[in-house]
Nanobody, 123 residues
Framework: QVHLIESGGGLVQAGGSLRLSCAAS????????MGWFRQAPGKEREFVSS????????YYEDSVKGRFTIARGYAENTVYLQMNSLKPDDTAVYYC????????????????WGQGTQVTVSS
């Protein structure tokens, strides 16, 4: 069992930055692939980024490549999403997720979810 709590969301102007954190509890965090997804009003939940259990591989949705960076801190059981050069299109609720296996870029690949944190980017 893994429990996830996101934080770090907020209101920022276009071009600004935010860092999201996902604090995980549970024995299996260090062996879990972790992902970030987002969901805007009226849209489906979409993949943003993921990182393998060992931190060796990271993946990004095309629209965030070069702007977002995912990282994990094993000592603090936390996954981070650094978001730079934010755009109004990045406005959404951002969710952290943990996968027992590979994870991937589909929500169905993940077993545990946080409650989400709102990110709003004003133009």
């Amino acid at each position: 069992q893994v429990h996830l709590i996101e934080s770090g969301g907020g209101l920022v102007q276009a071009g600004g930055s935010l860092r999201l954190s996902c604090a995980a509890s549970g024995r299996t965090f260090s062996r879990s692939a972790m992902g970030w997804f987002r969901q805007a009003p009226g849209k489906e939940r979409e993949f943003v980024s993921s990182i393998t259990w060992d931190g060796d591989n990271t993946y990004y949705e095309d629209s965030v490549k070069g702007r977002f960076t995912i990282a994990r801190g094993y000592a603090e059981n936390t996954v981070y999403l650094q978001m730079n050069s934010l755009k109004p299109d990045d406005t959404a609720v951002y969710y952290c997720a943990a996968a027992s296996n590979f994870g991937g870029n589909r929500p169905t690949g993940y077993d545990y979810w946080g409650q989400g944190t709102q990110v709003t980017v004003s133009s």
